[in-house]
């Protein structure tokens, strides 16, 4: 699997000082939106035997065990828009949210 991690987020990760990013799913918890959507944490994951783990340039990506891909390519970019949901200053390409 490739993981492409555009450079607006190489540098903020940087900028925080931070290692890690745990890509996750689930439901929020408003009802406009009654279906998964996909959730990014700087931090390590609760239960890391949750996820798949990949490492690449001094990162630590975690990958939500059960996530299914459109093909073999992730991309992390900075979220265009605002949400008002923690954890969506990212969009992340590639998962399939079913």
């Known amino acids: 699997m490739n993981i492409i991690i555009s450079k607006e987020v190489e540098n903020f990760l940087r900028a925080c000082g931070k290692r890690n990013i745990t890509i996750y799913s689930e439901i929020p918890s408003s009802c406009w939106s009654p279906r998964p959507e996909i959730f990014v944490?700087?931090?390590?994951?609760?239960?890391?035997?949750?996820?798949?783990?990949?490492?690449?340039?001094?990162?630590?990506?975690?990958?939500?065990?059960?996530?299914?891909?459109?093909?073999?390519?992730?991309?992390?970019?900075?979220?265009?828009?605002?949400?008002?949901?923690?954890?969506?200053?990212?969009?992340?390409?590639?998962?399939?949210l079913e």
Not at 61 to 81: F, G, Q, V
């Open 41 to 96: 944490s700087l931090e390590e994951p609760e239960v890391p035997s949750n996820y798949k783990l990949y490492n690449m340039d001094n990162l630590n990506i975690y990958l939500y065990s059960e996530a299914k891909l459109e093909n073999d390519t992730i991309t992390i970019d900075m979220s265009e828009r605002v949400s008002d949901l923690a954890n969506k200053e990212f969009d992340i390409h590639g998962l399939i």
